[in-house]
């Protein structure tokens, strides 16, 4: 995959997942409500600039990791 693609590709991901787990995470801890609802976006935005830099370095690890457990054919 060319770089640009995997950029691309990490940024969307970490898009969905940091909606999807603030979304999910701060719905268990504060249950369905208007508050919760009126906080969602605060923890997403929080969330999501952290998953895009962790995901710089995790998916390095994680490609290695791939690598050494099913080498290319």
Same mark, same amino acid.
């Given at each position: +995959? ?7 590709? #990490? ?5 969905? =997942?940091?909606?999807? +787990?603030?979304?999910?995470?701060? +719905?268990? /801890? =504060?249950?369905?409500? %208007? ?6 976006? %605060? ?12 995901? #710089?370095?995790?998916? %390095? ?5 791939? /690598? ?6």
């Amino acid at each position: +995959m060319d770089k640009k693609s995997l950029l691309l590709a #990490q940024v969307l991901i970490t898009f969905m =997942m940091a909606l999807s +787990m603030s979304g999910i995470m701060s +719905m268990i /801890h =504060m249950g369905p409500t %208007r508050e919760w609802l009126a906080t969602w976006p %605060r923890e997403f935005i929080i969330a999501w600039p952290i998953a895009f830099v962790l995901t #710089q370095g995790v998916g %390095r690890i994680a490609f290695f990791v791939v /690598h050494r457990l099913r080498p290319l054919t």
